[in-house]
Structures are given as C-alpha cells and as structure tokens.
C-alpha cells in the first residue's frame, strides 16, 4: 500500500521534528527571539506540521481523486 503512496512519509516529519528536539535541546540557552532554543523549536516543528499534513494530502494519489470526485458530482 505505501508504494503506491509515498507522500505519506511526509506525515514522519512532524514525528522527527518533535522527538529530534527532546534529547538535544532541552535547556535554556541559546536564546533565539527572546525564546529559550526548545520552546523555539517547538513553536517552528508546530507551524510546520500542517505543511507536512497539506503535503502529504495534496500529492496522494488517493486523495487526489477522491478530490476529483467530489468536484465532479458536484458541477
């Protein structure tokens, strides 16, 4: 089934952007924005994960034509 859907690995990226930053970074310094670097982190990995969402959505073929459908029974 994941052959023929590989966008999906775009859902691991929110995934690796949370558990990337919980051993490395959970301390105070360094100072990005007037933020301690993990909350920073967390605040950049939560924006990020609807792109990956929308990626991930936007090129599975599945989606696409259930989209397609859907815009076809309805004009």
Request: charged share 25%; net charge positive.
């Amino acid at each position: 089934m994941l052959k023929k859907r590989k966008s999906l690995w775009w859902l691991t990226g929110p995934v690796l952007l949370y558990l990337v930053a919980l051993p490395l970074y959970n301390r105070v310094d360094p100072v990005v924005l007037g933020l301690p670097f993990f909350m920073f982190w967390m605040l950049v990995a939560t924006l990020l994960t609807p792109a990956c969402i929308w990626l991930a959505a936007r090129k599975d073929p599945l989606w696409r034509a259930d989209r397609e459908r859907e815009r076809g029974d309805s004009e």
